[in-house]
């Protein structure tokens, strides 16, 4: 039996930041942004957007109604969590609507948690052949206002279907993981933005391509030959580039070479507009290849790096299946391009607004825009969502 994604979708906020303007009100040379992160745009969510408003529009994107009359299981990858007991994915289970008999819940592991969540769709679907999970990966990268980490946020979810037959990517059992206890980016309960030792951490993302790169090679007798491109976590793209340059040794034929950097281009073309988005961003990555690559065919193998602070790292594959170009809907370009720009002040004013509740804990918002779906209220402690 092959397992995989059957469909996948993607939202991100309405509106942008454009990455010229941060570098001036910064006093920082553009290049470093657009040449130095690879950089040029990102995602802003107003307070009533949120992971579980992303997520759900995400899905509404790909899914039909008889999909939520059978989806037996929803996953919500996240560490933008809003509430420390109830799951995003439940919240998410009522406003898409799903047939009640299903299990919601949420998975955390900084950025790699979305791939945990593939793992448990996996398996599960393997013992449940007619079960359909519903995989969503879904965030908001915060950091402080004039940090280094400020120029790499982001808004945005991926959901992603997962079945027997599926009709985009067939995974191979092939997951190779690691997990080291480093303190590389990590945010205690008490805080909004996190603490991060930027420098270490790519450091720490690098070595851990590197020393997974080589088990998954000795353990699956494989080699980036065998790869029609490679999908990395990209906090940034610029960190990315360096994950596949550190893959591509001396040896590899230029040809092999030559597609993997053209696949690569392609993979990073809406992060580069977007920013990170954490635990989706490996599969936004994935999004933009299948939409933006020329030379992709069914069977290629496609090559997947997923990084979470922490740290917790794996790398697996999968190959397209036969008819794949058939399940992409309309390009994310558009929606990206239509998102309202705005200007640096109202980017500090939105991003980090925080709910003014009262002595009951109510609180009502400012109509920002949103995607499908709007946090529209908080009434006794309850988040009050509907679609928009
Ligand atoms: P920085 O201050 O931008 O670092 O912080 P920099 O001064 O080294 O500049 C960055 C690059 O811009 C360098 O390129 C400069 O040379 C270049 P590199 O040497 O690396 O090739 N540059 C220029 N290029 C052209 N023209 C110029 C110019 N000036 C400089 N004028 C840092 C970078 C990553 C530390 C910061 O962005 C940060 O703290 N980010 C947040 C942490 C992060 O993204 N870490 C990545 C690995 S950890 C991870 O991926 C997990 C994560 O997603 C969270 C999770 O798992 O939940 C973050």
């Known amino acids: 039996m092959t397992i995989g994604i059957d469909k996948i979708g993607f939202a991100t906020a309405r509106y942008q930041l454009s990455m010229a303007d941060l570098a001036s009100a910064r006093n920082t040379d553009p290049n470093k ?17 949120d992971i579980v408003t992303l997520g759900a529009a995400a899905a509404e994107k790909i899914l039909t109604d008889e999909d939520k009359a059978t989806i037996d299981m929803v996953i919500v990858a996240s560490e933008s969590s809003i509430d420390q007991s109830k799951a995003a994915a439940v919240f998410v289970h009522g406003l898409l609507g799903i ?17 945990a969540g593939l793992n448990y769709a996996k398996l599960y679907v393997s013992a449940n052949p007619q079960s359909k999970v519903l995989v969503i990966a879904s965030d908001i990268a915060k950091y402080g206002i004039k940090t280094s980490g400020e120029p790499t946020q982001g808004a945005g979810a991926l959901a992603m279907l997962v079945t027997a037959q599926p009709r985009i ?3 191979n059992d092939d997951n190779i993981a ?3 206890d480093v303190m590389d980016f990590w945010r205690p309960n008490y805080s909004v933005t996190p603490f991060v030792q930027g420098m270490f951490s790519t450091k720490q993302y690098l070595d851990s391509l590197k020393t997974v790169w080589t088990e998954y090679q000795k353990r699956q007798n494989l080699s980036l030959e065998d ?9 940034y793209p610029k960190l990315a580039n360096k994950g596949l340059n550190k893959l591509m040794d001396k040896t590899l034929d230029d040809k092999v070479r030559a597609q993997l950097q053209e696949h690569f281009d392609s993979s990073i073309h809406y992060s580069r507009q977007v920013g990170n988005i954490y635990t989706g961003s490996l599969y936004l990555s994935f999004l933009s290849l299948l939409e933006n690559a020329q030379s992709l065919q069914a069977g290629d193998r496609i090559g997947f790096f997923s990084y979470g602070s922490g740290a917790v790292s794996e790398i697996f594959s999968g190959n397209l299946v036969d008819g794949f170009k058939n399940m992409l809907g309309d390009s994310q370009q558009k929606e990206l391009d239509q998102r309202k720009l705005i200007s640096v002040p109202e ?10 509740l009262d002595q009951d804990g109510n609180a009502s918002f400012i109509d920002y825009d949103t995607h499908t779906f709007v946090l529209d209220s908080i009434v006794e402690h309850q988040r009050r969502y509907k679609r928009r």
């Open 347 to 356: 980017y500090e004013m939105m991003f980090f607004e925080e709910a003014d």
């Open 227 to 235: 790869f029609a491109a490679f999908c990395f976590h990209i906090p």
């Open 169 to 171: 990517i067939a995974f």
């Open 33 to 49: 942004y657009s040449i130095g992160l690879m950089l040029d745009r990102l995602s802003i969510a107003p307070i009533t957007e």
């Open 99 to 115: 047939q009640p008999f299903a299990r919601s819940i949420e998975m955390k592991e900084a950025c790699y948690s979305a791939t």
């Open 178 to 180: 690691q997990t080291r």
